[in-house]
């Protein structure tokens, strides 16, 4: 498979697994609170501020899921763009790392959450930089 077809299929599924957060963002609160509860974070706190947080931040999933997904349409003509993306998933994975740790949430989580940020964002540079250095070696 060529680093194109794999970019665009990288893209595709992470853009496509972060729009499924669009059940966050309309899930009854109850079930929120379940769900929560049963992936063993305790008890789902009850305050305006955080049911907003996380409805917001699951709408912000669900844009850049979006996002991702049309990016893959063209990733030659995205180039820059997808590149960006990259380097801001690696310094979001940094940023998710350190919150999750200090927020101590579980090892399972601060390990596919940063961790998986990071390496998506490292995979989308290398696979970028590939497909650059093969369009450059078309061309001379």
């Keep these: 498979m060529d680093s194109e ?4 299929t990288a893209l595709r599924i992470v853009g496509t697994g972060s729009m499924l957060a669009v059940g966050a963002v309309v899930m009854p609160g109850s079930w929120m609170a379940a769900l929560h ?4 974070l305790g008890l789902f706190p009850d305050s305006a501020i955080v ?3 996380a409805r917001q931040l699951s709408a912000f999933y669900v844009v850049f899921g979006g996002l991702f997904v049309m990016l893959a349409y063209d990733v030659r003509g995205y180039a820059r ?3 960006y993306v990259g380097w801001a998933t690696m310094g979001l994975g940094v940023v998710f790392t350190v919150v999750d740790i200090l927020d101590g949430l579980p090892l399972w989580w601060i390990v596919a959450e940063g961790p998986g940020a990071v390496g998506f964002g490292v995979m989308v540079l290398a696979l970028q ?3 650059s250095r093969d369009s450059s ?3 001379t």
């Design 5 to 8: 077809k794999i970019l665009r």
């Design 37 to 40: 509860q049963k992936l063993g």
């Design 51 to 53: 049911d907003y947080l």
């Design 81 to 83: 763009l997808i590149s």
């Design 129 to 131: 930089r590939k497909i």
């Design 137 to 139: 070696s078309f061309a």
